[in-house]
């Protein structure tokens, strides 16, 4: 914790859940609770749980430049973005490669927010919003509470009008037990959830009144942890653990395509003119590897790290491993040879825990088509 500099409102609440409060991106987070983190995992997959996701930064864009300076250091066509709808967008250096990703709000006619994680987000806006007519505010009081799962329409139908109506992607300003917030249809689960933005002298009441009322909904607290078993599941990538940044090439700096991520989605069709926009376009067929699923036989996770072989030859290693107690499937992101990132190639994980046989999988491995988290009504 030497390093934390940001701090949560909900601290002693994630230390009464047994928490130690690990660092991550600046600010004390509970990457663990005294709990089976499996039954975290069931709740969001077939309830809702509540998390503390308030180390991912916010930072507010004000003024009629604003949209310059998001178009330039991001991938998206911003002009389609209208109050009150957000976009997941992707950020690259000179080089092309992927250095940050997002989600940008649009609040007003020049008004925004962009949230992001530990990339170098930040440090990128405000040298691009210098000289210019915009102003940029990092707002650490604002938190984050993210409630997520099947139920979690139907806790928030009770107090908040119009929820149900609310698109994914698409946020509201609203009130919720009498406090400002607000609520906007995201998550980091593959759920369908909900992100509720609330001021630091709010969110302790907020999060009580969930974990309190909801309890006999089947609403439990989750820790930060139980996000990478459902990352895993849904295809959502975690700067840097998925990325050369933790598992380097040894002749090459840092640094991934959008293309070897399987982010190339990200960029706008015809935009030009971003930063890395040239190189970006050039690394197209210059893959190096292709991240993708594997489905591995054994009844419990892999390790981070595990290396990945075929034919006796490394071809890849494991950035992120799950089991599910849903579906008794072993399965991880991996970072795998071009060749053999092919759905039904035949690997074998080789680590301290784990020495199995594993297939290529496509990614998601839950709701491929994304039905849940796209729910109308």
């Known amino acids: 914790m030497a390093l934390s500099w940001r701090f949560s409102v909900l601290a002693d609440r994630h230390r009464a859940l047994g928490s130690k409060l690990e660092d991550w991106s600046g600010m004390g987070t509970a990457w663990t609770y005294d709990k089976d983190m499996s039954e975290e995992h069931i709740a969001v997959r ?39 709808r957000s976009v997941y967008a992707t950020m690259l250096n000179d080089r092309g490669h992927f250095t940050d990703d997002c989600i ?8 925004w927010m962009l949230v992001h994680g530990s990339g170098s987000g930040h440090e990128e806006l405000v040298k691009q919003a210098a000289g210019r007519n915009c102003a940029v505010l990092f707002d650490d009081d604002l938190h984050d509470l993210s409630l997520q799962g099947p139920i979690a329409v139907d806790y928030l139908a009770k107090y908040v009008p119009g929820i149900r109506d609310l698109k994914y992607f698409h946020h509201m300003q609203t009130t919720l037990f009498g406090a400002p917030v607000m609520i906007s249809r995201t998550g980091y689960t593959g759920e369908r959830g909900y992100e509720i933005f609330v001021r630091g002298q709010d969110a302790v009441m907020v999060w009580d009144r969930i974990v ?6 089947g609403i439990i607290p989750c820790c930060f942890s139980v ?50 926009a040239e190189e970006h376009a050039r690394l197209k067929g210059k893959e190096r590897f292709k991240i993708f699923g594997m489905l591995i036989d054994a009844d419990g996770p892999a390790d981070l790290g595990d290396e990945v072989f075929a034919d006796g030859k490394k071809v890849g290693v494991i950035t992120c491993p799950s089991y599910s107690s849903l579906t008794k499937k072993s399965m991880a992101i991996a970072r795998l040879d071009v060749d053999k990132a092919v759905h039904g190639t035949k690997l074998e994980v080789r680590g301290m825990t784990v020495k ?4 290529a999988h496509t990614l998601p491995f839950d709701d491929p088509e994304k039905k849940k988290r796209t729910a109308v009504g």
Do not use: C
Not at 104 to 111: A, F, I, L
Not at 238 to 251: E, G, L, T
């Open 212 to 217: 309190e009322e909801g309890k006999e909904m």
């Open 46 to 84: 077939t309830k809702a749980g509540i998390m503390d996701v308030s180390g991912l930064k916010k930072v507010h864009l004000v003024g009629p430049h604003a949209i310059a300076v998001l178009d330039s250091i991001t991938t998206r066509d911003l002009t389609k973005i209208y109050p009150g």
């Open 227 to 276: 996000l990478d078993m459902l990352r895993v599941e849904s295809y959502l990538l975690f700067y840097p653990y998925d990325n050369s940044q933790m598992y380097p090439f040894a002749d090459q700096p840092p640094g991934d395509s959008l293309w070897e991520l399987g982010l190339d989605f990200t960029v706008s069709p015809g935009k030009t003119g971003f930063r890395g």
């Open 356 to 359: 199995a046989s594993a297939t």
């Open 104 to 111: 940008v709000y649009r609040t007003g006619p020049n008004s």
